[in-house]
């Protein structure tokens, strides 16, 4: 049975008989969503959320001062 650990708490994480990339892992130490970047030997890496990303864009605004050339 393959296992790996949690990248954030150390956690003993089981991973099935054959793991395969990307697959899916939590842990139940920290409840971290993992999942699989390596098999051999298995490798964790946190799921990148892009949903839960907030996105913050500056808007580039034109003030008086930047319309009056000196």
Do not use: H, T
């Amino acid at each position: 049975m393959a296992f790996a650990y949690c990248p954030d708490c150390g956690a003993r994480i089981y991973l099935g008989r054959k793991p395969w990339l990307g697959q899916p892992a939590m842990c139940d130490q920290c409840e971290a969503d993992l999942e699989v970047i390596r098999v051999n030997p298995p490798a964790l890496e946190w799921v990148d959320n892009v949903e839960d990303d907030v996105v913050v864009e500056e808007e580039d605004y034109l003030v008086d001062s930047d319309l009056i050339s000196a």
